[in-house]
């Protein structure tokens, strides 16, 4: 008998025909007598529906109130789960966030859990029921509505594994698992059976939507083993776990790419102490996230060319930042590009092998792709690119480092 | 300054445009310097659909899982209305009935309300808070979320005045106030100033579906002072006040009907003891709500004649399980009707008058109207006519009382 959370996303919870469907599925991991928690999404189009009408009501809105309103959508499919629990002849109840509590700080809007206390659910499991809880939500210490941003409900479900201290945390989505690339782009891409924590987080920065970043790393921080799986195919999916696990590691686990980049340069700013400061304080002071950075050695120890990219979305502000500031900062002109990809080798493989930089570099050569940016991290190695060359240089990776299927 | 309760039913908060149209109405009350409470009911229609989706999921559902799904439209209503507020520039806060708490008894689905505790709420309003509250749920005393049953918002609302010792408690509604006679029938039916709590539960018990009874009951138990006006309109509606503040007082008050009546004859029932509980027990034990009795005096004391009303929703039901009772009751045949209707005159002014029943009675045979039942009460006579007569009788009644309009 093993203890496991099984989280739904909102297309798996779309309709009252599929909260059945999920409820049958959830029947297979109980009738294995396993304890259950489920975790669920609001149904699909919901959660859009009720931002509609705050912003509709209220365009810069009061966060507390946002999320009064927003957490009703997993409520529903909470108790409708229940139901549908319930007529398969379970004992099943929903716990919503202030019920258990799931306390979090007071972020409204894009909360941070901060403690679960497991006790009433694991009691509740133990007598045999089946527990439901609303993903997205929980409460502030003075008992305030509070939701966790867009895709919470993975996190949701890895930190109430997390409290269950459960055997398994299965993440139910509409792909079949992480794969070494988009199968839209790489027909040979294959299914990973096993990846790590540090790939997964990787994936995910580079637009791997398959998992929340900020569940990925509560998964690591509490050893929570985490499975990705379809929950409209009776498959296996891909197990998240910890390196020790992965007895067979590859070189490469997988290409990944985000279009969401665009490139600022900044052409000749004054080279001297405090300038980077002076640029990117103010960027991040409006919440716009710098990624690459790249700064050219100066040839007469003067002025340097400074290259960096931000999200395709925060680009105009970015540059308008900069060119308020044109007469402080001091450089001779800005150029902006969002035709740009970020392509990226991934594995932790790499830490061990020299030269996997570098046979991405000679494949992008020998296909005839210019590389604008480079950065590397230990298990990763991105470089941006025309946006053109998207799925030549996916596919080129994909086949150099020896991922395509038989 | 004092301190009210208003409270918005589902037409009035029917979509956003309405919501900020009931926080312009709320403003004005703000405004005039009154400290504000405010319940609402879910947008209209949206409790349709989730009662929808739990009968599509459980047709036998779980009460208590069903109060989960079903209390999520008015939380929603509440949080955008708090947002509206906001956009006037007032300060706002949404309280859900676990944050009060409101406490209820364990009838999920149709809970009753216990207590609330008024101090957080006072306390917000004190510091210059306008407390939105939504209508219809509450929790139990294990803190489980509970609704008070359709129509519930209105109790909701008296019971919120009554812990926070409101001055009054306007509910807002589609129709201006309560008239003479239904408006649609009479056209010189008017709006009444004032109305005591005791005519207008005998209007509600008969038809006239502006407040719900258990609102009026607990209205008149805590001595809130009710006005029910239109939100579309800007027109002082009808108080329900105590007997005391209606000066002068009006021989009748009103005159309503209700067509949801029919009619059961059981034909030579033995007379003697105990028969009445052998027939109404089963009924009862049912749910089966038997309204106007009526027992003709036996001719030679061994069989009479019985006759009473149920809703005509119960009538097959009662109809069957008398029918299945036929060898122990040993009547000699059953008769049933469902034309009829309920016409009933009702004002407090006939406690101290003779002769309001009498003029009833021959106003209606003057109109050649058959007289079916009769029952009355303290305050309100009524009588069980063919259906077909409705209008004549409500009209020739409005004006032979001296209600009818100049």
Redesign the interface.
Known sequence: MARIVLKFGGTSVGD?DR??AVAMRVKTEVDAGHQVAVVVSAMSGVTNQ?VG??D???PL??A??????VS?GE??T???L???L??LGFRA??W?G??IPILTDNAHGKARIESINGEDVIASMQAGEVVVVPGFQGITTD?R?TTLGRGGSDTSAVALAAALEADRCDIYTDVEGIYTADPRIVAKARKLEKITYEEMLEMASVGAKVLQTRAVEMAMKHAVRLQVLSSFTNKPGTLVVDEDEVVEQELVSGIAYSRDEAKITLVKVADRPGVAARIFGPLADASVNVDMIVQNVSDDGKATDLTFTVTRSDLDRAVAILEERHDDLGYQNLTSDSDVVKVSVIGVGMRSHAGVAQRMFKSLADEGINIQVISTSEIKVSVLIAEEFTERAVRALHSVYGLDAE
């Open positions: 009252v909260i059945k009720l009408y705050v509709a009501v209220s809105y009061d507390r109130e946002y999320d009064v309103v009703s409520q529903v909470s108790g409708l229940a139901l549908a319930q007529e109840r929903s919503q202030w019920q008992g509505v």
